[in-house]
């Protein structure tokens, strides 16, 4: 019963504050190898890499990374040995002005750009 009243009185209150859910539309497909920002009114998902060819021409006993710069940091979504193999943290969702580049080994980003609809 006392959930049912948080309930209630938490929605009461989302309601008289404004508070409304927003739905995502499919907007284009895009590969991001310079720095391009998130334009307004939309969100990005970052789905995979395009690794370049140094990437690949790694010694298999080697490490190895893959980053990408977001909002000119360094993010590390691969990391490789031969005895770790690779860990990923994709997908990625980006907001409106988040700047995105490709980082060192990286040669293009696959992007996923939605409209934020109210």
Not at 21 to 32: A, E, M, N, P, R
Not at 74 to 101: D, F, H, K, M, N
């Amino acid at each position: 019963m006392r959930f049912l009243f948080l309930f209630v009185l938490a929605s009461v209150f989302a309601i008289s504050n404004g508070v409304q859910g927003q739905t995502l539309q499919f907007s284009q497909v895009l590969l991001v190898n310079t720095a391009q920002t998130v334009p307004a009114n939309k969100v990005w998902k970052v789905e995979s890499l395009v690794l370049s060819q140094n990437f690949t021409n790694y010694n298999i006993s080697s490490y190895f990374s893959a980053y990408l710069l977001i909002n000119n940091s360094i993010c590390t979504v691969g990391y490789s040995s031969y005895q770790a193999g690779i860990s990923t943290t994709l997908p990625l969702w980006l907001p409106a002005g988040t700047s995105l580049a490709a980082g060192q080994n990286v040669s293009s980003v696959s992007v996923i750009e939605f409209t934020v609809v109210p």
